[in-house]
């Protein structure tokens, strides 16, 4: 892969020259990779709070939260510190999720360069975007303290902190409760990470594994006051069974997914791995684009859970969502919310006004005027592929059984001569 952008990205605006080399406002060199933008054609509309200006609402009210609209800051960059969570609600999304926090944020130590891009041959379009970053290095006291302001600033807006812990009740019981202090509307629960923290058996580690996870969310949920929602791995080969368990111990949704483990690529001049620290590297875990179908898999086995074992409990989908669209379907498999983590990386916060407008235009061209007419509609077209063939089938010989005359005269039969000469008269 080409050696783009390896310094911190996520950084705030910068200036480029024509060679597309830049400066940012922290005054971090940045070399800008050529991109199409996806949004370009999307019709962008008015947002006052969050919420649409004109034409059908987009407002969600889930697990009691009253959101303007269903987009959601996904944890990541985009929620990493006061800044950027107070441009994420100036912009108008509908709540924002903090990058996950633990009690401890000295054990946290990231690397640089740890991102790498997948691009279309073209070079023009990013695809697939890997990380080999933690969660938060930030400490605690002073996330908790942007956590206040925020709420002091945003009251009406919902707030949502990402908390990782390890497999101590105590540690969990600390964290939860000194978020709730800081006013916290609800929880996600990382149990997803794929990197990094499965070595201490968390995240990842954690949401393998099915009864520490149903261990661990009874603790959570006795501790709770605020919603619950569990993040899932896509790591594993049914997703739905971590989902069950996080839901059978009492968590009000489960979001899906966190990213997918994954080796971006070889330098194949240097035949040294990206993204490359030291000349070495780490899976790491993949997003964007690329794993939009894999996440509307995921999403799509969750919900047929919930609906079956559990109902009235959420679902917040991510994977890949740039569009209005590509909400949409997440919308139509189910999802109450949807998040965005690498899409805002790539685009920028002004990309909610985008998102708005893409599923307005969506809404308008079926005639829904809720995200509730729609919510869910394509789950019942999923059927096994047992199923699939029975129906095609069935489909063929109703076919046969319906067709008009016949196409041969090879086809006359004595003893069905009239009903056949019938069927070709025309009046
Ligand atoms: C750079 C980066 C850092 C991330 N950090 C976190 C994190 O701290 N906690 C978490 O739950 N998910 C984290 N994620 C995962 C995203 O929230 C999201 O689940 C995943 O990237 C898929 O969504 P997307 O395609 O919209 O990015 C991170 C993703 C990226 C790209």
């Not at 009235?312 to 949409?328: C, I, K, P, Q």
Request: aromatic fraction near 6%.
């Amino acid at each position: 892969m080409p050696a783009l952008c390896l310094r911190p990205a996520a950084l705030p605006a910068f200036r480029t020259n024509r060679s597309g080399v830049g400066r940012s406002r922290a005054g971090v060199a940045v070399v800008r990779a050529r991109q199409d933008n996806v949004l370009d054609a999307e019709p962008s509309v008015e947002l006052i709070n969050g919420a649409v200006a004109s034409g059908p609402s987009l407002a969600v009210e889930v697990n009691g939260l009253k959101l303007p609209n269903p987009f959601v800051i996904g944890s990541g960059p985009p929620g990493t510190n006061y800044a950027v969570m107070k441009k994420a609600f100036e912009e108008g999304w509908g709540a924002v999720i903090a990058k996950t926090v633990s009690l401890d944020s000295s054990k946290v130590v990231n690397v640089t360069p740890r991102y790498a891009k997948m691009k279309s041959h073209d070079g023009k379009e990013v695809i697939g975007w890997e990380n080999i970053e933690l969660i938060s290095d930030r400490s605690l006291e002073v996330m908790l303290k942007e956590f206040k302001q925020l709420k002091a600033e945003f009251p009406d807006r919902v707030l949502i902190a990402s908390i990782m812990e390890e497999y101590n009740k105590p540690a969990w019981e600390e964290l939860i409760e000194r978020c709730q202090e800081a006013g916290v509307d609800a929880f996600e629960i990382n149990f997803s990470c794929p990197h990094g923290m499965p070595e201490r058996r968390m995240g990842m580690a954690m949401g393998q594994d099915c009864e520490l996870l149903q261990e661990v969310c009874g603790w959570i949920n006795a501790k709770a006051t605020v919603p619950v929602w569990a993040k899932m791995t896509p790591n594993i080969t049914d997703i739905t069974q971590p989902a069950h368990a996080a839901l059978a111990a009492g968590c009000e949704g489960v979001s899906a997914i966190n990213t997918i483990t994954s080796v971006m690529g070889i330098n194949l001049g240097t035949l040294r791995p990206e993204p490359c620290v030291e000349g070495h590297t780490t899976p790491g875990g993949y997003s964007s684009t690329a794993v939009k179908p894999i996440a509307l898999a995921k999403c799509m086995a969750i919900a047929q859970t919930i609906k079956r074992d559990f109902p009235g409990r959420t679902l917040s989908g991510l994977g890949g969502v740039n569009t209005g669209r590509d909400a949409a379907e997440f919308i139509l498999l189910g999802s109450d919310t949807v998040q965005v983590c690498t899409g805002v990386m790539l685009y920028g916060y002004p990309m909610v006004k985008k998102l708005c407008g893409g599923l307005q235009a969506f809404m308008a061209q079926h005639d829904f005027k809720s995200l509730d007419d729609f919510r869910g509609a394509s789950l019942p077209y999923f059927t096994t592929h047992h199923e699939l063939v029975r129906m095609q089938r069935e489909a063929v010989e109703a076919k046969k059984k319906a067709r008009v005359g016949l196409a041969k005269d090879d086809e006359w039969s004595g003893d069905g001569f009239v009903a056949e000469a019938e069927s070709m008269v025309s009046n």
